[in-house]
Structures are given as C-alpha cells and as structure tokens.
C-alpha cells in the first residue's frame, strides 16, 4: 500500500487511454481466472469482492454488522453486477464495462479537487497514478 494523490482527471485519463486500462483489466481477470477457462465464476471473483470492503465506512473500522447470510447476499450482489447477461458467469467484457463503469464512478466522486488517498500496489488506482505519474 501506498498513500497517492490522485483526482478525478487522473483517473479518467487512465481509463480513457485504452491500452493502459485494457491491459490493466486483462492482467487482473487472468489472475482470478484460476482454472483458465476464460470465465470468472463467483468462486473466482469471491476473494476479489470481498477485498472491496464495501461495508467499511471510516478508516477501516466495520460499523455494519451483518450476519452470514446478509454477507453473502451482499457479495452476490456485486458479482451480478458484474455478470450483465445473468448467465453465473463473468466474461472478459463484462469484467471490462463493469470496471470501467466503477472506475468513472469514482472519478466522478472524486472531481477535480486532489486528494489523498490510500491505495494499493497493483491496484486500477494505483496503475492510474503510475501512469499520471510517468508523463
């Protein structure tokens, strides 16, 4: 991990530069392929998700207390984000639009005003400030 400065711009830019963003997707979806069959399973993408700490509110302290099940309903959630034809799995373009549709979310969150933020290493923002910072 790393503390980055970063802006709604910075962001956009990397996504809107196709071959940074593409690359960046295809590296992250060949590393939860696990079985290589060119599909993320929810199995594959679990980890993945989870690792999002969507309930994580205030400097990593979980104020929601939710049980297993709401847990799990939570993380099959985000994966049907994902999966855009409801098919159980995740395709190389799903996984691209529903990045780039998180990613401009969060540019957009951000405007154009620099802030600090925590990020990490390998991360999409990570790659995004890599980027900004090699022009």
């Known amino acids: 991990?790393?503390?980055?400065?970063?802006?709604?711009?910075?962001?956009?830019?990397?996504?809107?530069?196709?071959?940074?963003?593409?690359?960046?997707?295809?590296?992250?979806?060949a590393s939860l392929d696990t079985n290589c069959d060119g599909l993320l399973s929810y199995a594959e993408m679990a980890k993945e998700l989870m690792s999002l700490r969507v309930i994580e509110t205030h400097f990593g302290v979980d104020e929601m207390r939710l049980s297993p099940d709401e847990l799990v309903q939570l993380y099959r959630g985000l994966f049907a984000r994902f999966d855009h034809d409801g098919n159980g799995t995740v395709d190389m373009e799903e996984f691209r639009a529903e990045m780039r549709e998180m990613m401009l979310a969060v540019a957009n969150g951000l405007g154009f005003l620099p802030v600090q933020m925590v990020v990490e290493e390998g991360s999409f923002l990570k790659r995004a400030v890599e980027r900004e910072s090699a022009k």
Do not use: Y
């Open 1 to 29: 991990m790393s503390v980055e400065i970063l802006d709604g711009a910075t962001i956009r830019e990397f996504v809107e530069d196709e071959k940074a963003f593409n690359g960046t997707v295809e590296e992250r979806f």
